[in-house]
């Protein structure tokens, strides 16, 4: 089975701050990694699928890097809409899925 | 506009059953492949159970395996998931989520609650 960590588990960050989130896979996924977004009691988000392509709609400061075992999650400028829980999702053995353990974003 | 909409959440006892439905809408539903994903309170994302669009394939989580069943009724836009033998651990929101290869899981619904509990 494919395992995914994420680092760090908690991020604290002010509006404005350019944030970085490290996925990592325990075995070789390609591209096939997703990025998520959740709010307190809210479904989650698709914001990045393939490893860097943007989903519909979601604002540009939002990009994805990476391929094999080590992806990111960067988001340029901080805003106050996106502090949040961040999750990686891998679907190289799709359709299993495996997600990552998550990244809170607070507010510094 | 896609929309998934749970229900079938409670409060059941440990090792009770539970059935929950996910109904469809705003798009070819029976075109689809389908997935539920559970959130223990307070915790991380974890996938249980894909069902293809036809319904022929079927994958569980280990976690889950031989106790949940997942099933479709295209005709009437509905993603299901039988729940028997309930245990404390099953305790989460319970997401239905479409799935589309090469993305991922592009929608998901607002969840239902479960809580195995006596």
């Known amino acids: 089975d494919i395992q995914m960590t994420q680092s760090p588990s908690t991020l604290s960050a002010s509006v404005g701050d350019r944030v970085t989130i490290t996925c990592r896979a325990s075995?070789?996924?390609?591209?096939?990694l997703a990025w998520y977004q959740q709010k307190p009691g809210k479904a989650p988000k698709l914001l990045i699928y393939?490893?860097?392509s943007l989903e519909s709609g979601v604002p540009s400061r939002f990009s994805g890097s990476g391929s094999g075992t080590e992806f990111t999650l960067t988001i340029s400028s901080l805003q106050p809409d996106d502090f949040a829980t961040y999750y990686c999702?891998?679907?190289?053995?799709?359709?299993?899925?495996?997600f990552g353990p998550g990244t809170k974003v607070d507010i510094k | 506009e896609v929309q998934l909409v749970e229900s079938g959440g409670g409060l059941v006892q440990p090792g009770g059953s539970l059935r929950l439905s996910c109904a469809a809408s705003?798009?070819?539903?029976?075109?689809?492949?389908m997935n539920w994903v559970r959130q223990a309170p307070g915790k991380g994302l974890e996938w249980v159970s894909y069902?293809?669009?036809?319904?022929?394939?079927?994958y569980y989580a280990d976690s889950v395996k031989g106790r949940f069943t997942i099933s479709r009724d295209n005709a009437k836009n509905s993603l299901y998931l039988q729940m028997n033998s309930l245990r404390a651990e099953d305790t989460a929101v319970y997401y239905c989520?479409?799935?589309?290869?090469?993305?991922?899981?592009?929608?998901w619904g607002q969840g239902t609650l479960v809580t195995v509990s006596s």
């Open positions: 989520a479409r799935a589309v290869a090469g993305i991922g899981t592009d929608y």
């Open positions: 705003g798009f070819t539903f029976s075109s689809y492949e």
């Open positions: 069902i293809s669009s036809s319904g022929s394939t079927i």
């Open positions: 075995q070789s996924i390609s591209s096939w």
């Open positions: 393939k490893a860097s």
């Open positions: 999702q891998q679907y190289n053995s799709y359709p299993l899925f495996t």
